[in-house]
């Protein structure tokens, strides 16, 4: 069955673009240019994933994405936020404390967008099949299953990657991991035609910060090679 995918862009030439080549690339695409109408649409047509631009009129693309994410009751769906003007480090990180399971620049690669997507799609599928054991370290609880952290019993507000990108590193503790074995494995990006280390830079920015100082202290990059957890 094709995954369906909602549309969000204020500009209707970009949203037809789009719309025909998620379309002629198996997605069953439902589309608007209004953000108010998107939010309804999110709740009642369910899509398996929300694409929209950051910059709109009303409702901007950071305040769905936040909207999107409190649905109660819902099993939780990714969204990716896109933007051709919100494009400084702030802006991104924004995006992903929102909650943004990718954050990209337009003007956009369909090739590259599509395969980002799959890929969004093919970790939240694999998330829900997750029944490991909840880990404990440093103060942290760490529940795969819930995909949760607590720090010193007190939730920590991570987006997905950012679970993802903690889980790897625990995983794979006091081994250096290198800049492009982590876009292939946490994000699915083959890295032969992305490999832009910004991307893990971001994320690993934002997740010391939400894990405070002392936790913080432990993810240690090494010049030139990658990041570690030790």
Same mark, same amino acid.
């Given at each position: ?92 990180? !924004?995006?992903? &404390?929102?909650?943004?399971? *990718?954050?990209?620049?337009?003007? @956009? ?5 599509? =395969? %980002? ?75 032969? !035609?992305?490999? &832009?280390?910004?991307?893990? *830079?971001?994320?690993?920015?934002? @997740? ?5 100082? =002392? %936790? ?15």
């Amino acid at each position: 069955m094709s995954k369906k995918i909602l549309l969000v862009d204020d500009e209707r030439h970009v949203l037809e673009v789009m719309r025909c080549y998620l379309e002629n690339h198996g997605f069953n695409v439902i589309f608007t240019d209004s953000s108010s109408e998107a939010l309804l649409l999110a709740r009642e047509a369910r899509p398996d994933l929300v694409l929209t631009d950051a910059d709109m009129p009303g409702l901007d693309g950071f305040g769905l994405c936040k909207a999107v994410k409190s649905l109660a009751g819902r099993t939780p769906v990714p969204v990716i936020i896109m933007s051709g003007r919100k494009t400084s480090d702030g802006d991104i990180i !924004s995006g992903y &404390d929102g909650g943004a399971d *990718e954050y990209l620049l337009k003007p @956009l690669s369909f090739p590259v967008l599509v =395969a %980002i997507i799959n890929a969004v799609l093919r970790r939240y599928s694999a998330c829900a099949q997750d029944n490991s054991a909840r880990v404990s370290t440093l103060g942290m609880v760490i529940d795969p299953a819930a995909r949760t952290v607590l720090v010193d019993s007190k939730p920590a507000p991570l987006t997905r990657k950012e679970f993802d990108l903690l889980a790897l590193l625990l995983e794979k503790e006091n081994r250096v991991l290198s800049v492009p074995y982590i876009l292939e494995t946490v994000w699915g990006y083959d890295t032969a !035609s992305y490999n &832009d280390p910004h991307t893990v *830079e971001v994320h690993i920015y934002s @997740l010391r910060k939400k894990l405070g100082p =002392a %936790i913080a202290a432990h993810i240690v990059s090494v010049m030139g090679h990658g990041y570690k957890f030790e």
